[in-house]
């Protein structure tokens, strides 16, 4: 198949694979999502669920997957207030494995709303695959073209669920080992109850002590956290 030049690009985050996705409860999304890329699963399925529950991780972490096994994937994440033209989907209905995050950012508006469901009619009968998320379970996003609604809910829809205050230790624990850090469970726990106690205030949390770290050259310690951090 020859190379396709899309008009839109975006960068792989390197942090955001499936090895460093914390699961707890959401370890069957995740088993589902890496049986779609490998083509053994589901053709499409339907992220939803509060904005810091992981979902664009997780269309990242599908894409990285994609590429390792040799695809192109697409990824793209939708903003109403800057949305690109109708011709990024030239081309896309031949990409192996497509994921659009944030998709009702386009409902609302006919003419996106008839491009997209041009655009997902010919890239499923092309037999690739899809991952799509939002906030809300397809079925409740608001959506002018009945055709469009259907072909939303056609797939498998997945929730991820929120983490637990003991699960966001853990995934606090997980992700800063990655990062090359060393937390304990006392200082996870103090940092949560304090600090971070969602996902995206853990991340830039995350990020703070890293620098802090690489700087100081000291042990994490619930002193040293609270002179760097207050």
């Known amino acids: ?4 030049q899309f008009p839109l690009q975006f960068e792989f985050q390197a942090n955001q694979g499936f090895n460093t996705f914390f699961p707890a409860s959401n370890q069957e999304i995740m088993t589902e999502l890496q049986e779609l890329v490998s083509g053994a699963g589901e053709q499409q399925i339907f992220l939803y ?11 990242q972490a599908c894409c990285q997957l994609a590429h390792k096994k040799g695809m192109s994937p697409f990824y793209y994440p939708f903003n109403k207030k800057n949305l690109p033209t109708l011709s990024m989907f030239e081309g896309l ?33 092309n037999n690739n695959r899809l991952v799509l998320a939002a906030r809300s379970h397809p079925q409740d996003i608001a959506v002018k073209l009945p055709d469009l609604k259907n072909c939303l809910n056609a ?28 937390i304990s469970r006392k200082v996870g726990h103090f940092l949560v109850t304090h600090y971070a106690s969602d996902m995206p205030s853990m991340w830039v949390l995350l990020g703070q002590l890293d620098k802090a770290t690489l700087s100081a050259q ?6 040293f956290l609270k002179q760097i951090l207050e």
Request: proline content about 2%.
């Open 49 to 59: 669920g509060e904005d810091g529950f992981g979902k664009s991780h997780l269309l």
């Open 218 to 223: 000291r042990k994490l310690t619930i002193p």
């Open 93 to 125: 209905e031949e990409v192996e494995l497509v994921c659009f995050d944030n998709v009702s950012e386009i409902t609302g508006d006919l003419d996106w709303e008839q491009t997209f469901l041009n655009f997902l009619n010919q890239h499923l009968e």
């Open 1 to 4: 198949m020859s190379i396709i």
């Open 155 to 182: 797939g498998l829809a997945l929730k991820l669920e929120p983490l637990e205050e003991t699960e966001i230790v853990e995934a606090l624990i997980y992700k800063a080992s990655y990062m090359g850090i060393t």
